[in-house]
């Protein structure tokens, strides 16, 4: 996606926008599952007072903290172009 003051191609904005869809899919199922699993036992086995607490909160932060470094990181790999141009080659002059 080298688009140096030019125009993206529809091909080009279709990549971006998947790209997009897919980081905040991804990023809300890791999210969820990250808090199921944190906060799920405060639910499961019902406790009272700090320790449901702690297990909400704890979930709460951690599942915000990886949807947004999910959010972020899956487009800025995409910006950078991890694939080589001709599918089998790995180098410029091979």
Same mark, same amino acid.
């Given at each position: 996606m080298?688009?140096?003051g ?12 998947i790209e997009? +869809? ?9 999210a969820?599952?990250?808090? +199921?699993?944190?906060? +799920?036992p405060a ?10 607490? &702690?297990?909400?909160? &704890? +979930?709460?932060?951690?599942?915000s ?30």
């Open positions: 080298e688009t140096y030019g125009r993206r191609t529809q091909g080009e904005r279709d990549a971006v926008t997009i +869809g897919y980081a905040l899919c991804s990023a809300a199922f890791a969820a599952v990250l808090f +199921g699993a944190l906060a +799920g639910y499961l086995f019902d406790p009272t007072g700090a320790p449901r607490t &702690a297990f909400v909160g &704890a +979930g709460t932060v951690l599942a903290v990886v949807f947004s470094v999910r959010v972020v990181s899956v487009p800025a790999r995409f910006a950078r172009g991890g694939q080589p141009s001709q599918p089998g080659r790995t180098s410029p002059d091979s």
